[in-house]
T-cell receptor, first 111, second 113 residues
């Protein structure tokens, strides 16, 4: 069973500041996903990274997959209140179709 | 295209009762997965159904069960409810092969008193 560790658990910043969320594991993944969940809603997929060293950008969000495919980071530039939410990393098992999630990082962006 | 729908959205039960939750996947999706989300344990995988067959199962007791119908709609059942079963239950649908995208419903908030 792979374990995805996210840090920090909580993050509260002012609008316009930058932030980084980390997702680490001792396991190697074929791919890793990032989701955002808002209150009262289910998680929504933001991105899937599949290649070691890969960097993907989604507007002000930058996702990086570690060279060894064991870790990933999510960086938000000039955060806005609309970025507030629970950010979750997730990965499928190597031999099954079970999606395992990290505990999540709760991000609050104050106006 | 309509998203994943879950019914009911909120449910209050008492210990010892049983409950059935329903999930309607996106049209054309053949896989439905169920997850339990709690503040203490986060999002945990319950089971996944593909073409009416349970394909994967998480580490939950036998009180948690599910099924999938020929139209891909799925239900999950929890029998002999315990206080610790209070959680947000999420279902997600996908095409069912590869690392394809899972689309989540809004969840059913279950409270056990």
């Amino acid at each position: 069973t792979q374990l995805l560790e996210q840090s920090p658990q909580f993050l509260s910043i002012q609008e316009g500041e930058n932030l980084t969320v980390y997702c680490n594991s001792s396991s190697v993944f074929s791919s890793l996903q990032w989701y955002r969940q808002e209150p009262g809603e289910g998680p929504v997929l933001l991105v899937t990274v599949v290649t070691g060293g890969e960097v993907k950008k989604l507007k002000r969000l930058t996702f990086q997959f570690g060279d060894a495919r064991k870790d990933s980071s999510l960086h938000i530039t000039a955060a806005q209140p609309g970025d507030t939410g629970l950010y979750l990393c997730a990965a499928f098992g190597s031999n099954d179709y079970k999606l395992s999630f990290g505990a999540g990082t709760t991000v609050t962006v104050r106006a | 295209k309509a998203g994943v729908t879950q019914t009911p959205r909120y449910l209050i039960k008492t210990r010892g009762q049983q409950v059935t939750l329903s999930c309607s996947p996106i049209s054309g999706h053949r896989s439905v997965s169920w997850y339990q989300q709690t503040p203490g344990q986060g999002l945990q995988f319950l089971f996944e159904y593909f073409s009416e067959t349970q394909r994967n199962k998480g580490n939950f007791p036998g009180r948690f069960s599910g099924r999938q119908f020929s139209n891909s709609r799925s239900e999950m059942n929890v029998s002999t409810l315990e206080l610790g079963d209070s959680a947000l239950y999420l279902c997600a649908s996908s095409l069912g092969w590869g690392d394809d995208t899972q689309y989540f419903g809004p969840g059913t908030r279950l409270t056990v008193l």
